[in-house]
């Protein structure tokens, strides 16, 4: 099991929580928590990471265990702590803008 | 009785005014989406109840949403918005190819007889179509594939495709307009496209009568006479007595020839409405006083409606998308400007109130004239 925390905007979006608990198949990379988390919230598609390129979007970063993942390969794995459910993976908005 | 239900887009989201056909006394719920940019906000003609809005974001980009129930909740439905094809470039500021990319929805026309379907304006301009009530949208990709393309320029506020007629006459027929490309028709459901800007002229572009390139900001036409268009552009107020084929400027003695918004009267179809603005740099009413400009004519001639606006100090800006006419009688008309407020007139503009004074900036304003 993945927690993944969301900005607040998407959390309303979704019309989730704090926290998104996601069920993964095969090893927890960005991409394939990604993945889970738009096919069970398909209004999220488009809002973290480009429909058409998959880039992350540029105001977005990730972070999980107090490290900054945000320049990680997609396909890299995710620390075994975030495997494992015991800490959240964050999508942190930029604290920014007016 | 009737009743009517305004519908405004903000920079921090979406607000709901409705009154009753007398137009006095307002409800306002929202903000509905709060803290994000709400481009436009409209009703299907076919179903009051259906409404679509435009969601964005710095941050998250486009989202778009749904109600099914007059706006008291929402469904967010789909953003993918993908050109058709390779999609080519346009002129950046600079004069250089620049690559066609989605930025966000200005404008959404839904179908005047299918609540599902809708067309949407975007940026980088282009028209999209949903026919399944927004979960998934298609390019109308002659738009781009007629040939002008490459010689699109986006305006200070990007290139954006904002105004969509449909003919309510000539189902086929379409009429849309970029800033700054100009005006194009479809007659034939938008496969195939031209530009309709024969008689514009715009003196600071390299060629001042070109096919293309013209800062169109709005375009209105009257239901009754879908064929007589009224234009208001970066320079002058224009007038088309054969959709499009050919415009003739009708300033007249409009105190500055630029602005944003232009509207029809509901019953009058020769009753035009438009908000002079100064330009270039400013963007605010001349004088520092905010007054609707009414012709009578169609044009040429107009007086100023000032009762209830305010006439010193006031620096606001009215946008393109930002005006809107009920089909009551007297039609009621209604603006919003950038300072927040949104100005009502119950008598076809000769008075004017604020029936909301301290919203964020307006982006747009629709009204639903509801039986």
């Known amino acids: ?98 | 009785m009737s009743s009517v239900r305004v519908l405004v887009g903000t920079r921090k989201g979406a607000f709901l005014l409705s009154a009753d056909g007398k137009r006095g006394q307002w409800d306002i719920s929202g903000p509905h989406f709060a803290g994000w940019e709400i481009y436009h906000v409209k009703g299907s003609p076919a179903d009051p109840n259906r409404l679509y809005a435009s969601q964005s974001s710095g941050w998250f980009g486009q989202t778009m949403q749904r109600s099914n129930d007059g706006g008291r909740t929402w469904e967010a439905v789909g953003n993918k918005f993908v050109y058709d094809g390779v999609p080519g470039t346009h002129q950046w500021y600079d004069g250089t190819p620049h690559p066609w990319e989605f930025k966000r929805v200005w404008h959404l026309e839904p179908s005047l007889t299918d609540p599902d379907t809708v067309y949407a304006g975007v940026e980088d301009a282009a028209l999209f179509r949903s026919t399944d009530g927004g979960q998934t949208w298609q390019e109308l990709s002659g738009l781009r594939g007629h040939g002008s393309g490459p010689r699109w320029q986006p305006g200070a506020g990007g290139m954006c495709l904002h105004t969509i007629l449909l003919d309510p006459s000539s189902p086929g027929r379409i009429f849309i307009a970029i800033s700054a490309a100009g005006a194009f028709r479809s007659d034939d459901a938008g496969q195939t496209w031209q530009p309709i800007n024969r008689g514009l002229h715009s003196q600071y572009i390299p060629d001042p009568t070109a096919e293309v390139g013209h800062c169109v900001h709005r375009i209105a036409m009257h239901p009754s006479r879908p064929s007589v268009l009224f234009m208001q552009k970066h320079w002058d107020v224009m007038r088309s007595d054969n959709a499009g084929d050919s415009w003739q400027e009708v300033s007249g003695n409009l105190p500055t020839d630029f602005g944003f918004v232009i509207d029809v009267h509901a019953h009058e179809p020769e009753t035009i409405y438009v908000v002079p603005i100064k330009s270039d740099s400013e963007h605010f009413p001349p004088d520092g006083k905010l007054r609707v400009y009414r012709s009578r004519s169609g044009g040429n001639e107009w007086e100023a409606l000032t009762k209830g606006l305010p006439q010193s100090n006031c620096y606001v800006n009215v946008l393109r998308d930002a005006m809107a006419i009920d089909t009551l009688d007297p039609c009621g008309v209604y603006f919003g400007t950038t300072g927040g407020q949104v100005y009502a007139s119950a008598n076809g503009g000769d008075s004017w109130e604020p029936i909301a004074r301290d919203l964020p900036a307006v982006l747009s304003v629709e009204v639903q004239t509801l039986s």
């Not at chain 1, 704090?18 to 999220?44: F, N």
């Open chain 1, 1 to 98: 099991m993945i927690r993944v925390i969301l900005p607040p905007h998407l959390r309303t979006l979704a019309k989730v929580g704090w926290e998104v608990e996601l069920e993964l198949e095969g090893q927890a990379t960005q991409c394939s928590v990604l993945d889970a988390l738009e096919a069970r919230y398909p209004m999220l598609a488009g809002t973290i990471r480009d429909h058409v390129t998959q880039q992350r979007r540029p105001f977005l970063r990730f972070f999980a265990c107090e490290q900054d993942l945000s320049h990680e390969p997609a396909d890299a794995p995710l620390p075994e702590a975030v495997a494992s459910g015991a800490e959240p993976f964050l999508i942190i908005g930029a604290i920014a803008g007016g």
